[in-house]
């Protein structure tokens, strides 16, 4: 069962065909859409401003979403959000990746098929341009992306809404096993496009 949490009147929405973790919080004025994965752990605490994941957004374990009253925090179609990665009152534009354990502060915006490298810090108001590759703490923008780093994004995000179907099919709570079994079989994986294959930013 989903830990979902009404305030002040106002429930949070998730789209049938997105997967919420059961450990992970939404709390008020949230909106999962479509096609969605939220990882285990991961916080939305929609009890100030509005926080909004559009179709086929992922937002992995442990991170946290949160914004000020009157102000929208949004990830848009296809955004990518790495694992631990904290957002707050900002906008992850269409197809863009935020690298593991960034923070990405308030009113700043990263523009669409764009990356932000692990371990960043985007300050309040800053605006990375579309396609392209920011790091650093403070973040700096480092270059335009190549064609090729945004299809390995692309491809890394579709694994992930593959994830949300396998995980609302198969996955289940049971207990842990005491020894592996002769002959452990591995996770079935059918994408064409493995992660390991591109060294990048991380996610």
């Not at 490298?117 to 990375?128: D, L, N, Q, Y």
């Not at 992306?145 to 809404?161: C, M, P």
Request: proline fraction near 6%; glycine fraction near 10%.
């Amino acid at each position: 069962m989903v830990k979902v949490y009404e305030i002040n009147g106002v429930t949070p929405v998730v789209d049938p065909t997105a997967y919420v973790h059961p450990s992970a919080v939404l709390i008020g004025d949230v909106i999962v859409g479509p096609r969605c994965y939220i990882g285990p752990l991961a916080a939305l605490r929609g009890d100030f401003g509005r926080l909004i994941l559009e179709e086929g957004a992922n937002l992995q374990d442990t991170c946290v979403m949160h914004g000020f009253p009157g102000c929208d925090t949004v990830v848009e179609r296809d955004g990518h959000i790495g694992h631990g990665a904290v957002l707050h009152g900002c906008r992850i534009g269409r197809n863009a990746l935020v690298g593991m354990n960034s923070v990405i502060m308030d009113n700043a915006v990263v523009g669409a098929d764009s990356i932000v490298a692990a371990m960043s810090f985007v300050r309040a108001g800053m605006e990375i341009p579309p396609r392209s590759l920011a790091m650093g703490s403070p973040a700096k923008v480092a270059r335009e992306l190549r064609d090729d780093e945004i299809a390995w994004k692309s491809g890394g995000t579709a694994q992930y809404q593959e994830l949300a179907i396998r995980s609302m099919q198969t996955m289940r709570e049971t207990e842990a096993l005491t020894a592996p079994e002769p002959d452990r079989k591995r996770i079935d994986w059918d994408s064409s496009l493995p992660l390991h294959l591109h060294k990048n930013a991380g996610a």
